[in-house]
């Protein structure tokens, strides 16, 4: 339902008036990417004009001529149906690839033992931050610009590509370091392997870009499904034939080698020797606010993995990684589907603040709606919904998971405030905020620690709260954003969550839990009557945001499909 809801906003937000002046017909999305190939300077058949061939936003390809004129060469009108179409296929891509790793998570986690994932939170820790520089470097700033051109295209390849070869040396320079702090002669085998995806992002991120920029979420929905399955089979082949943490070492890196290869023949986008230090200059600017941001959101994000890896032992962090990761997925499922649509769509209707302001709105109230019912479910639920996916051997995540899961609500509806800094232009306060944060969460973490895991969860939850207010009064000034319209998203979900956490504990604690054949005589009917009494409090709380949907179904079901 929330893509759904996502289609009724964001169509009149999107649909923006076709614009005046010179409109020549709409082009195949194979056309579009030909047109991406066309050397800069060059005297194509296609071009009068001595000036550079530019690629517009979301495919519109612009000849700039002499005279000022502009020839667009899709109306921005297509923009919203398209951005649709986006959300639809990121949908199925975020929701079929986290089930199926859900589901390969609970059988990982019956065939290893904790101290795998342990040892497997450290590798992906250290690689998840390494890969900012090169997913968040020069080709975010593809994504963002209204316009580019050849040679930013191909500078911006050969350039992250350089940074992700330097990047794997430097982590295998450094694995006697990681060697000293967490006393894991294991890890002198795995970090190698298991950094390997960070040329293959460097081999990824540039073409995903160009797809991203053109809303052509349908070849990376692909590409990424592909990889998942395919790393999926691996890392159960593995587990299975007793390959113990290299199941899981194995997962990501055939993921990544995989959704490269498809993502390569999907894009239609081949690089050529053009480098440009010009070009490489004029984009700096942005990328690097953007990627120090980045840096330092997955350094607060994974810190806390690090120390307590080094402070404890991996068994402890496998409970706390295992517990974390559950929440992650839910994270991804309920906010990061719309994350992909988000910045695109949210720059190109940057300059009209009225429906700048009613798309934030919207990305919000679907976010949290999904993500505070997901979030019910496994606090309410916690103990029963372990046992059934993981087994008996992971009942000391249930409270860690219940202690984080109020800083993952809050993060359902946080997740977009980059994104509308970012397409404000405004990258100096998100880093600003992300460095205010880290620094919090290092002193939190640092008072906690001695008081064992659990305290350290709760402190993690603790700090996302308490500098929520900073974070209001920080969007309100860069992106003048009403706060008390912003607030008011939150009153149905919250509400219907703490009805749905509520009705799972006490369930949980009657008889009834201890029923013969639990899990279809009591999980799956408890499960499913939570779920409806959520949906009756969001019925009974925004009947009028219902009702919007409702409407916006019957507008569907009218509407003639249009291709994206």
């Not at 390997?196 to 053109?214: H, I, K, M």
């Not at 943490?245 to 080698?257: K, S, Y």
């Not at 993981?390 to 509806?413: C, E, K, N, Q, S």
């Amino acid at each position: 339902m929330d893509i759904l809801f996502f289609y009724w906003r964001f169509q009149p937000i999107l649909d923006i008036e076709r614009e005046s002046g010179r409109t020549v017909s709409h082009h195949s999305g194979r056309s579009r990417s030909r047109r991406c190939d066309v050397e800069v300077g060059s005297d194509d058949r296609r071009s009068t004009s001595s000036e550079p061939l530019r690629i517009g936003a979301c495919g519109r390809t612009a000849l700039h001529h002499a005279d000022g004129g502009t020839m667009t060469a899709s109306s921005n009108q297509d923009v919203g149906r398209r951005a649709v179409s986006g959300a639809a296929w990121v949908a199925l891509e975020k929701w079929a690839s986290r089930l199926l790793s859900l589901v390969v998570f609970g059988i990982l986690a019956r065939l290893l033992a904790p101290e795998d994932f342990g040892l497997m939170a450290i590798c992906v820790s250290v690689s998840t931050i390494l890969q900012i520089f090169v997913q968040y470097g020069l080709a975010q700033v593809l994504v963002q610009r209204r316009e580019l051109d050849d040679r930013e295209i191909h500078t911006a390849f050969w350039s992250g590509l350089a940074v992700s070869l330097l990047l794997y040396g430097l982590l295998c320079a450094s694995i006697p370091l990681f060697l000293l702090i967490y006393d894991e002669p294991m890890l002198a085998s795995i970090l190698p392997i298991a950094g390997l995806v960070l040329p293959l992002a460097g081999l990824a991120s540039v073409p995903a870009a160009l797809l991203e920029r053109d809303l052509r979420f349908r070849p990376l929905a692909v590409r990424q499904l592909s990889g998942v399955v395919v790393g999926s089979s691996v890392a159960v082949t593995v587990a299975v034939l007793g390959g113990g943490v290299w199941a899981l070492v194995l997962q990501p890196v055939v993921t990544a080698g995989v959704a490269v290869v498809v993502l390569w023949i999907a894009g239609r986008w081949w690089p050529r020797l053009v480098f440009s230090r010009r070009a490489l200059r004029g984009m700096l600017g942005f990328s690097v606010l953007v990627v120090a941001t980045e840096l330092v959101g997955s350094i607060n994000f994974n810190i806390d993995k690090f120390v307590v890896g080094a402070y404890f032992d991996p068994t402890v962090l496998g409970y706390y990684f295992m517990a974390q990761r559950l929440l992650t997925l839910v994270l991804e499922v309920a906010s990061a589907v719309l994350d992909k649509v988000s910045l695109s769509a949210l720059s190109r209707v940057q300059d009209d603040h009225q429906r700048f302001q009613r798309f934030f709105f919207a990305l919000t109230f679907v976010s949290t709606t999904l993500g505070f019912a997901l979030y019910g479910v496994l606090v309410g639920f916690g103990d029963p919904l372990t046992r059934l996916v993981f087994g008996p051997g992971w009942h000391d995540t249930v409270l860690i998971a219940a202690l984080l899961a109020p800083m993952f609500m809050l993060g359902t509806a946080t997740y977009f405030d980059k994104n509308v800094m970012i397409a404000r232009g405004r990258p100096a306060a998100t880093l600003g905020l992300a460095v205010v944060t880290l620094l919090l969460g290092l002193v939190i973490l640092a008072v906690t620690l001695p008081w064992g895991i659990l305290a350290v969860a709760a402190g993690r939850s603790f700090r996302q709260f308490a500098f929520w207010p900073v974070r209001l009064y920080v969007i309100r000034r860069t992106a003048n954003i009403d706060i008390r319209v912003y607030l008011a998203q939150f009153l149905a979900p919250t509400v219907a969550v703490l009805v749905l956490a509520g009705f799972g504990f006490a369930v949980t604690a009657s008889p009834w839990a201890d029923a013969p054949l639990s899990v279809l005589t009591f999980v799956i009917p408890a499960v499913l009557l939570g779920v409806a009494l959520y949906a009756g409090v969001i019925w009974l709380v925004a009947r009028r945001r219902v009702r919007e949907i409702q409407s916006m179904l019957k507008r569907m079901y009218r509407r003639t499909p249009v291709p994206a």
